[in-house]
T-cell receptor
Framework: DADVTQTPRNRITKTGKRIMLECSQTKGHDRMYWYRQDPGLGLRLIYYSFDVKDINKGEISDGYSVSRQAQAKFSLSLESAIPNQTALYFC???????????FGPGTRLLVL | QQQVKQSPQSLIVQKGGISIINCAYENTAFDYFPWYQQFPGKGPALLIAIRPDVSEKKEGRFTISFNKSAKQFSLHIMDSQPGDSATYFCAASSKQGAQKLVFGQGTRLTINP
């Protein structure tokens, strides 16, 4: 089984709808991240969490919110989706001060 | 403002050739420089990384060259193979930046057989 899983893998939604993307990990890592990937822009950090009680905004947090339900689960919500949020979303994990981040397979989101 | 600039955006190399991807950074506090490899439908995965106390790091066919004074680093893929076809991202982070990765724009590499 994959160490970092994301659900759903693909999602089509309409403008104004609320949507939640979920991330689960079995690596036992304490740190979790949400990124979005857009062509020509690379990956940009949306939110990150160092533990269940520590959540921080990243570079592009406007329009997004997160919830760290447990050490292994980190959800990203779009309260009112807009077409500009159409992108590929990745969750990643990291253990403590170790540098390597481990990415999930991504969620492709289309907002109509 | 893009703190890490990557070029080229796309690259086509013949099998057996050398692939070179370049990155430049602005923040002198960056102290960790990884390269991530991403295949279609997959998440990025760490390929190789370097710290600024060395000028080069080699792992198999993959080499990072690092120029601290120029604030540039590059990925060299020797004897490029069709299986190397992927998107490559450079990144940088610093301890004072909570080790958050700042990514370059990505390079789509195609190796022609």
């Amino acid at each position: 089984d994959a160490d970092v899983t994301q659900t759903p893998r693909n999602r089509i939604t309409k403008t104004g709808k609320r949507i939640m993307l979920e991330c689960s990990q079995t690596k036992g890592h304490d740190r979790m991240y949400w990124y979005r990937q857009d062509p020509g822009l690379g990956l940009r950090l949306i939110y990150y969490s160092f533990d269940v009680k520590d959540i921080n905004k990243g570079e592009i947090s406007d329009g997004y919110s997160v919830s760290r339900q447990a050490q292994a689960k980190f959800s990203l919500s779009l309260e009112s989706a807009i077409p500009n949020q159409t992108a590929l979303y990745f969750c990643a994990t990291r253990q403590g001060a170790r540098e390597t981040q481990y990415f999930g397979p991504g969620t492709r989101l289309l907002v109509l | 403002q893009q703190q890490v600039k990557q070029s080229p955006q796309s690259l086509i190399v013949q099998k057996g050739g050398i692939s070179i991807i370049n990155c430049a950074y602005e923040n002198t506090a960056f102290d960790y420089f990884p390269w991530y490899q991403q295949f279609p439908g997959k998440g990025p995965a760490l390929l190789i990384a370097i710290r600024p106390d060395v000028s080069e790091k080699k792992e198999g066919r993959f080499t990072i060259s690092f120029n601290k004074s120029a604030k540039q680093f590059s990925l060299h893929i020797m004897d490029s193979q069709p299986g190397d076809s992927a998107t490559y991202f450079c990144a940088a982070s610093s301890k004072q930046g909570a080790q958050k990765l700042v990514f370059g724009q990505g390079t789509r590499l195609t190796i022609n057989p």
